[in-house]
């Protein structure tokens, strides 16, 4: 849920940096953290991403043959910090039984890597599954993976609602274009203008997306983009992720999704955060998230903004 540097002449993203092949100065890089005969083999681009170049390298030593995971952000746009934060939360969930990368060297200046700022990691086995042929299942284990990762005591700082998150401000809510009914956004706007109530603070991963999870033959085997970890109520990252169901798939595997982890949890999700989260939503949300499935799945874009506001106005309902 990391903010992102946005230039006066439009936003970085949009140019062709993750597309480009990394550069010679950053594999001669990656071939001395690997150790003295390594030799980078073979690259490959991962497709959805939207705010980094990653890349699956090959890299040989010794006759064997091992993958790793290069993220870089372009030099010379103050975008250090985001990997900094990453650098640094993927030490705090080092060693707390999470499917997560481990770190094997780490150029945040760019000094030795053509100015990108660079993390190289291990490679999680798995991949990304946008298509499950038992969605039931799938939801499930994405509503367990949620639960372990708030039942853990690991040290963030306190979420804070209108600092810590890309959604808009306060003043600034917009009823997306295409809404159908512009009154259910204009009410949860209202709503967000009541003080945030307390809520049980728990670990957050903040990010937790069908497109931050990579799984084989059924179980989720990574969780990636650590790059926002937070104390805070449980339902933001249950809500991002419901978010992410209702505009990709349907409003009722969001609603399944609530089912399952308040089921399996224990708990009831505070409606209040839960709307909090499902609000991070503009007319820029079908970009970014049609970049991010990157084909692999067909993409309802038309009916996005309605799969959202029938979960926002289910929300609406539970918060009274």
Known sequence: MHRVVVM?????????????RPSGETFEWVEASMGRG??????????????????????ERGGTRTFVVLRQYPGGLGLKGPLEQEIANLGVVAGSGL??????????????????????????????DLNPAEPRSWLTRIAELAVLLHSLDLPAKTFRPWTDS??????????????????VWKTAFAAMA???????????????????????RGKITGLTD????????????????RRYLAALYSPEWAEQLRSLYESIAGV????????YALLHYDD?????????????????????????ETAVETALRRLG
């Open 194 to 216: 009541e003080l945030p109530p307390e809520d049980e603070a728990v670990f957050l991963h903040c990010d937790l997306l069908p497109v931050n999870l990579l799984w084989s």
């Open 99 to 128: 499917p997560v990368p481990s770190i094997l060297a780490a150029d945040v200046a760019g000094a030795s890597t053509g100015g990108a700022p660079s993390l190289l990691m291990t490679r999680l086995p798995g991949h990304v």
């Open 284 to 308: 820029s949300a079908s970009k970014w998230i049609s970049a991010q499935v990157a084909g692999r799945r067909p993409v309802d874009v038309p009916g996005m903004t309605s799969g959202v």
């Open 166 to 183: 890309w959604i808009a401000p306060l003043d600034g809510f917009r009823v997306p274009t295409d809404a159908h009914k512009p009154a």
């Open 38 to 59: 390594s030799r980078v083999v073979g690259y490959r681009r991962m497709t959805g991403g939207v705010c980094s170049a990653v890349h699956r390298l090959t890299v």
């Open 8 to 20: 006066s002449d439009g936003d970085w993203r949009d140019g062709g940096f993750r597309e480009r």
């Open 268 to 275: 009831t999700l505070d409606p209040w955060w839960d709307l």
């Open 226 to 241: 650590w790059n926002s970890i937070h104390q805070g109520s449980r339902a933001i990252d249950v809500g991002h992720c």
